[in-house]
């Protein structure tokens, strides 16, 4: 399966990027606007077994769940509703206390009718995540 790595160098502490990321409501603040998002619970740290769903012009678009929450960085998550057969998408934050590195590792299957078009949503969804996520710690 393909793997792509999205990579996020900022000059904040990394126990601040792992504080942003570990926080339910960040991933509201990370999503663009037209896609209506749903956490269950809808607030708090991100736990294993978080459901979280994504809806674009009412239509259920995206949908799994945390997997794996590590002390280090590491958040693990995976669909089972959506443009790819099989995602895995997992987090890795590094740094220090000066300046940190976050990694979106997503390893995915797309189905077949939508290869292209879910691909080039992919690319430009971390994008914008990254860049929201630059705009909000800095």
């Known amino acids: 399966m393909p793997t792509v790595t999205f990579t996020l160098r900022l000059p904040v502490p990394a126990s601040r990027l792992l504080e942003f990321h570990r926080d339910a409501g960040a991933l509201a603040k990370i999503t663009p ?3 209506a998002l749903r956490l269950q619970p809808p ?6 077994g978080m459901a979280v769903s994504a809806s674009l012009l009412g239509l259920t678009v995206w949908k799994g769940q945390i997997d794996e929450v590590l002390p280090d960085g590491f958040i693990d998550s995976a669909t089972n509703v959506g443009a790819f057969s099989t995602w895995q998408h997992r987090h890795r934050i590094s740094g220090d206390e ?3 590195v976050l990694e979106d590792i997503i390893t995915y299957q797309p189905k077949p ?3 292209g078009m879910a691909v080039l949503g992919l690319r430009a969804l971390f ?3 990254h860049w ?3 705009k909000l710690l800095r």
């Open 33 to 35: 606007g037209a896609w």
């Open 43 to 48: 607030t708090g740290e991100m736990v294993p």
């Open 98 to 100: 000066t300046s940190s």
């Open 113 to 115: 009718f939508l290869a």
């Open 127 to 129: 994008a914008y995540r």
């Open 132 to 134: 929201r996520t630059a």
